[in-house]
């Protein structure tokens, strides 16, 4: 997932790619919207992320606990 309501799937060839666009198109709903973006790992690759410039508090991390 890439965001809210946004997936990403790799596909090592076109043929496979095809094989998952004709999934989902078979399992759309009757209301429903999909749009599917292709492109090539390089491009993917070449991809920028910007975040805001104000740090969030880390989450913390729970500790372990062990049932006997």
């Known amino acids: 997932m ?3 309501s946004v997936y ?4 090592p060839s076109e043929e ?6 004709n999934r989902v ?4 709903p009757t209301d429903g919207q999909v ?3 292709r492109f090539t ?4 690759a070449r991809m920028e992320c910007f975040f805001s410039r104000k740090p969030k508090d880390h989450e913390r991390i ?3 606990i062990e049932l006997f």
């Open 2 to 4: 890439l965001q809210f």
């Open 62 to 64: 729970p500790e372990q």
């Open 25 to 28: 198109k078979a399992e759309m």
């Open 8 to 11: 990403s799937r790799p596909s």
């Open 41 to 44: 790992d390089k491009q993917y």
């Open 35 to 37: 749009r599917i973006l």
């Open 16 to 21: 496979n790619a095809i094989v998952h666009c």
